[in-house]
């Protein structure tokens, strides 16, 4: 329970000491830029995500043609 107390303090004191930095004219441009590459890294991820979904759903579809193949040749 203590250790839980210091990592709210430790949380309370780092967004004080954030907020107060950011009040600056180089703090703003820090966290601008922090921000700007979060959100660049998030749309990297959501891309690979999406190109690696299409990749899977087009695997699937050739598997279900060569599955639908083979099931015509045995009838």
Do not use: C
């Not at 203590?2 to 949380?11: C, E, Q, R």
């Not at 004219?25 to 749309?43: H, L």
């Amino acid at each position: 329970m203590k250790n839980v107390a210091w990592l709210i303090a430790g949380i309370a004191i780092g967004f004080v000491a954030a907020h107060q930095v950011s009040k600056t004219p180089q703090g703003r441009q820090f966290f601008d830029e922090v921000d700007t590459k979060a959100r660049e890294f998030g749309s990297a991820v959501v891309d690979g995500y999406k190109q690696r979904e299409a990749e899977l759903r087009a695997a699937v579809a050739e598997a279900e043609d060569t599955i639908a193949d083979l099931t015509s040749r045995l009838k």
